[in-house]
């Protein structure tokens, strides 16, 4: 593993995001046939959150991390996974139609277009409570040799589920990071933020990349994906979960669980404590075997919600439970 330090963000010397601060400020471990990244970087500066604004239409949400990110990247096949702020962003609804209301939306949306400097002109109604589906940037493999055949994550009825009760085995953990990609507290009706957590073994890894959005009295979600890899089979298993339910309907869970105000209102801050009392609403499974010698699927189907690619692949996405 190599680890390189870097100045706090208040020191004067803070590297600016130019390609060798982007580089010392990387981390990567080598799993098997896996190279595994991690960047942690300042909040944006105004020129970067501008462009970024721009291009994606929309104000930016107020701690965007912009250089962060987290890859999972297969070197025999130039397989990878890739999880950063503007493609998450890029899946936020730009149309209007899901945007969540409160007593001053409206007020609330038109004082950020203000506030964005350069984008005034282009703004349109979003999503403003920030809600993705992003389940990752995936860039699609070849297994060389003449054929050149593509690999890339596929799902269907025989696609196999993420083995749990082998990550609830007690071994020692190798490698672990937990990475911020954008954050808003929504003009003080909640918050918005999409986090990126894994952990490493010897014989596997899981990644969690997760949105939990909280808008008081009205709606709080959570939309999980979770990457996991089996460094022998070289493997990887992504599962993609959307939970939601009301405001209301939570916060009377949490006071059925014996909890008093005080410890509801912090509950409902911590998205570890709040996901499981959710009801579950989609559920995709995907997977590809990236070792030699492994045939892949072409058959093209829908595209998996929240995937950045542009590359056809087959989807299959399970019923929520009855």
Known sequence: MTSVKINHISSLNEPYPSPSALEAATTTHVQGAFVIATRKLPILKSGPIDAMSVRLGIPIPEMIFGDNLVSITHRPTGWSIEFNAEDALERVDKTGEKMLQVAYAGEWSSSREKTSAGISEVVKPFDW???TDYCGTERPGSTGGAEGKETKLHGDENTPDIPIELLKRRDPILFADEVVLYESELDDNGCSIVSVKLRVMEHRMLLLCRMFMRLDNVLVRVRDTRVYVDFDKEEVIREYTEREDKFENVKTKLFMQGLKLDQVTIAL???NQVA?????IKQ????VILGPGV???TTTTTRFPGQTQS???TQFVRPPPR
């Open 295 to 297: 045939a892949t699927k």
């Open 284 to 287: 995709g499974v995907e997977s």
């Open 311 to 313: 590359t056809p692949q």
């Open 269 to 271: 801050r911590d998205a």
């Open 276 to 280: 499981p009392l959710l009801p579950l």
């Open 129 to 131: 409570s920030y809600t």
